[in-house]
C-alpha cells in the first residue's frame, strides 16, 4: 500500500496540526479574488488576517519584488544596504515617528518594543533592575512567543506553556480607569490595540485612547500602540490611534506591511525610547533584508498613492450601512471601523465557523474568532459591488442557517 501523495494528505500526515483551517485548498490569487484546486474562484473576506491589505499579488508590489530579485536580496545587518535607509525613512515619515527597527514577523516587532521599554524604564524612569512592568488588555493578541503569551488572557493561547516571564499584568479592554488604577512605580508601559482583532474585533468606547494616552503621559507610562492588524489603512486611516488623535511612544507594524508577499515588520519609536539599543543588543538574520525593505516600501508607497486609507472608510462605510439595513436574524451585533468587521452571533446554537463554511459554499472566505464572531476584512482593494454583494451573501446566508436551525429545532423540539 502507497501512501496517498495529494497536497492535502501529505500535510496532513506531515504537518503539525496547530492549525483547523476551513475545508478549501487555494492555489491562485488575484486582487481580492482566489481560486481553489477545482478551479472554484472565492472572494477573499479574510485577507490573511489583513495581511493583504493590498490584495493578491499588487502589480505594483510584485514589480518592486522583482526588481530587488535582479539586484540582492539578503545582506544581513553585518553589512549595510541600499534599500534599508529609504524603507525606514518613508515608514517614519507616515506615522509621525523618529526611528525603526525592522524585524520579520509582528511578535518579533512586538518583542522588540517590549524589551525597548524595560531598557528605557531602566534607563530614564530609575526602575530598579528586573522590575519593570508591563501592562496590558484582557482580551488581546499579540503574538505567539513565550513572553507574549506571558500578556495573554486567553488560556488556550497559554495551557501548556508555562512558565511565562515576570513582570506582566492584563486589564479590562476599554476602561482607562482600569489603567489608571493599574499603573504603580514599577510601570513601564502600556500595550494595547486600537481596536482587538483577534479578541472579536472590539472597538472600544469612544475616547479610550486619549483618555488612556493622557494618563500614561500623567504616570510616564510608555504607551506601545500594536497596529499590526489595525494600521496601514484598515480602519479608514493611515493608523488607527489617529482617530482619536492619539501620538504613541512606540508603534508596531507588520502583516501588511509585506504587501502579502513577504513578512515585514516594524517597531518604530519615539527617539528616547529607540535609542536605549546599541550595537549588538538586539538584531534579526533576516530583518532589514533589501528584499523586504523593497516591497515594504513599495506597499507604503501604493497604500498612500492609492488612497487606500481613505477607500476603507468609504466603502467600510457602506458595508457597515449595508449590512444592518439587511439586519441578518442571529446577529447579536455588527461592528467595526473601516474594512475591519465582525459581526458577533447571538449566543445559540449556531458557531461563527458554521457560518463561515456555509459562506465558503457561496464563494466568501471569511474566518471566525472567538467562536462567535466573523470576521469581514477585505483587501482595501476590493471593488465596491464585490463588497456590497458579499454583504448581501452574508445575510442570506444567515438566513438560510437560522432557518434550518428553526425547523430541526421544530422537529426535535
Ligand atoms: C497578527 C498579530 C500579531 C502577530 O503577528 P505575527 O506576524 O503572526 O507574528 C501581533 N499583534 C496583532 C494585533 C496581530 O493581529
Same mark, same amino acid.
Given at each position: 500500500m502507497t501512501e496517498p501523495n495529494d497536497p492535502l494528505s501529505l500535510q496532513k500526515r506531515y504537518g503539525a496540526g496547530n492549525y483547523d483551517p476551513l475545508p478549501v485548498t487555494l492555489v491562485r490569487g488575484e486582487g481580492a479574488y482566489v481560486w481553489d484546486d477545482r478551479g472554484r474562484r472565492y472572494l477573499d473576506m479574510m485577507s490573511a488576517y489583513s495581511a493583504l491589505s493590498h490584495g493578491h499579488r499588487h502589480p505594483r508590489l510584485l514589480a518592486a519584488l522583482n526588481d530587488q530579485l535582479g539586484r540582492i536580496t539578503l545582506t544581513s545587518r553585518a553589512f549595510d544596504n541600499d534599500r534599508l535607509g529609504p524603507f525606514l525613512a518613508r515608514a517614519c515619515t507616515l506615522t509621525g515617528m523618529d526611528k525603526a527597527l525592522p524585524m520579520n514577523t509582528g511578535v518579533e516587532a512586538v518583542e522588540t518594543a517590549l524589551k525597548a521599554a524595560r531598557k528605557w524604564a531602566y534607563r530614564h524612569k530609575g526602575i530598579p533592575p528586573d522590575r519593570a512592568e508591563i501592562i496590558a488588555c484582557q482580551g488581546n493578541f499579540h503574538g505567539r512567543t513565550i513572553a507574549v503569551l506571558g500578556l495573554s488572557s486567553e488560556e488556550s493561547y497559554r495551557r501548556g506553556f508555562g512558565p511565562f516571564p515576570a513582570g506582566m499584568e492584563t486589564i479590562p479592554y476599554g476602561d482607562a480607569g482600569a489603567l489608571e488604577q493599574a499603573i504603580t512605580p514599577a510601570t513601564a508601559a502600556f500595550l494595547v490595540e486600537p481596536i482587538q482583532g483577534e479578541g472579536g474585533i472590539i472597538v472600544p468606547p469612544e475616547g479610550y485612547l486619549r483618555a488612556c494616552a493622557d494618563i500614561c503621559r500623567r504616570h510616564r507610562v510608555l504607551l506601545l500602540a500594536d497596529e499590526i492588524q489595525t494600521g496601514l489603512g484598515r480602519t479608514g486611516r493611515l493608523l488607527a490611534v489617529e482617530?482619536?488623535?492619539?501620538?504613541?511612544?512606540?508603534?508596531?507594524?507588520?502583516?501588511?506591511?509585506?504587501?502579502?508577499?513577504?513578512?515585514?515588520?516594524?517597531?518604530?519609536? =519615539?527617539?528616547?525610547?529607540?535609542?536605549?539599543?546599541?550595537?549588538?543588543?538586539?538584531?534579526?538574520?533576516?530583518?532589514?533584508?533589501?528584499?523586504?525593505?523593497? $516591497?515594504?516600501?513599495?506597499?507604503?508607497?501604493?497604500?498612500?498613492?492609492? %488612497?487606500?486609507?481613505?477607500?476603507?472608510?468609504?466603502?467600510?462605510?457602506?458595508?457597515?450601512?449595508?449590512?444592518?439595513?439587511?439586519?441578518?436574524?442571529? $446577529?447579536?451585533?455588527?461592528?467595526? =471601523?473601516?474594512?475591519?468587521?465582525?459581526?458577533?452571533?447571538?449566543?445559540?446554537?449556531?458557531?461563527?465557523?458554521?457560518?463561515?463554511?456555509?459562506?465558503?459554499?457561496?464563494?466568501?472566505?471569511?474566518?471566525?474568532?472567538?467562536?462567535?464572531?466573523?470576521?469581514?476584512?477585505?483587501?482595501?482593494?476590493?471593488?465596491?459591488?464585490?463588497?456590497?454583494?458579499?454583504? %448581501?451573501? $452574508?445575510?442570506?446566508?444567515?438566513?438560510?442557517?437560522?432557518?434550518?436551525?428553526?425547523?430541526?429545532?421544530?422537529?426535535?423540539?
Amino acid at each position: 500500500m502507497t501512501e496517498p501523495n495529494d497536497p492535502l494528505s501529505l500535510q496532513k500526515r506531515y504537518g503539525a496540526g496547530n492549525y483547523d483551517p476551513l475545508p478549501v485548498t487555494l492555489v491562485r490569487g488575484e486582487g481580492a479574488y482566489v481560486w481553489d484546486d477545482r478551479g472554484r474562484r472565492y472572494l477573499d473576506m479574510m485577507s490573511a488576517y489583513s495581511a493583504l491589505s493590498h490584495g493578491h499579488r499588487h502589480p505594483r508590489l510584485l514589480a518592486a519584488l522583482n526588481d530587488q530579485l535582479g539586484r540582492i536580496t539578503l545582506t544581513s545587518r553585518a553589512f549595510d544596504n541600499d534599500r534599508l535607509g529609504p524603507f525606514l525613512a518613508r515608514a517614519c515619515t507616515l506615522t509621525g515617528m523618529d526611528k525603526a527597527l525592522p524585524m520579520n514577523t509582528g511578535v518579533e516587532a512586538v518583542e522588540t518594543a517590549l524589551k525597548a521599554a524595560r531598557k528605557w524604564a531602566y534607563r530614564h524612569k530609575g526602575i530598579p533592575p528586573d522590575r519593570a512592568e508591563i501592562i496590558a488588555c484582557q482580551g488581546n493578541f499579540h503574538g505567539r512567543t513565550i513572553a507574549v503569551l506571558g500578556l495573554s488572557s486567553e488560556e488556550s493561547y497559554r495551557r501548556g506553556f508555562g512558565p511565562f516571564p515576570a513582570g506582566m499584568e492584563t486589564i479590562p479592554y476599554g476602561d482607562a480607569g482600569a489603567l489608571e488604577q493599574a499603573i504603580t512605580p514599577a510601570t513601564a508601559a502600556f500595550l494595547v490595540e486600537p481596536i482587538q482583532g483577534e479578541g472579536g474585533i472590539i472597538v472600544p468606547p469612544e475616547g479610550y485612547l486619549r483618555a488612556c494616552a493622557d494618563i500614561c503621559r500623567r504616570h510616564r507610562v510608555l504607551l506601545l500602540a500594536d497596529e499590526i492588524q489595525t494600521g496601514l489603512g484598515r480602519t479608514g486611516r493611515l493608523l488607527a490611534v489617529e482617530h482619536e488623535e492619539v501620538h504613541p511612544d512606540g508603534l508596531m507594524l507588520g502583516k501588511a506591511l509585506g504587501g502579502g508577499l513577504l513578512p515585514v515588520s516594524l517597531f518604530l519609536a =519615539r527617539r528616547e525610547l529607540m535609542d536605549v539599543f546599541a550595537p549588538g543588543d538586539h538584531g534579526s538574520t533576516f530583518g532589514g533584508n533589501p528584499l523586504a525593505a523593497a $516591497v515594504g516600501l513599495a506597499a507604503l508607497d501604493v497604500l498612500v498613492e492609492e %488612497d487606500l486609507s481613505t477607500r476603507a472608510a468609504r466603502l467600510g462605510a457602506e458595508f457597515l450601512a449595508r449590512l444592518r439595513t439587511l439586519a441578518p436574524p442571529l $446577529v447579536h451585533e455588527i461592528r467595526g =471601523r473601516g474594512l475591519f468587521v465582525g459581526i458577533e452571533l447571538a449566543p445559540g446554537p449556531v458557531s461563527a465557523r458554521e457560518v463561515c463554511l456555509a459562506l465558503l459554499k457561496e464563494g466568501i472566505l471569511a474566518k471566525d474568532t472567538h467562536e462567535n464572531v466573523i470576521r469581514l476584512a477585505p483587501p482595501l482593494i476590493v471593488a465596491e459591488d464585490d463588497l456590497l454583494r458579499a454583504a %448581501d451573501t $452574508v445575510s442570506r446566508v444567515l438566513v438560510r442557517v437560522a432557518t434550518v436551525v428553526h425547523s430541526s429545532h421544530a422537529r426535535t423540539g
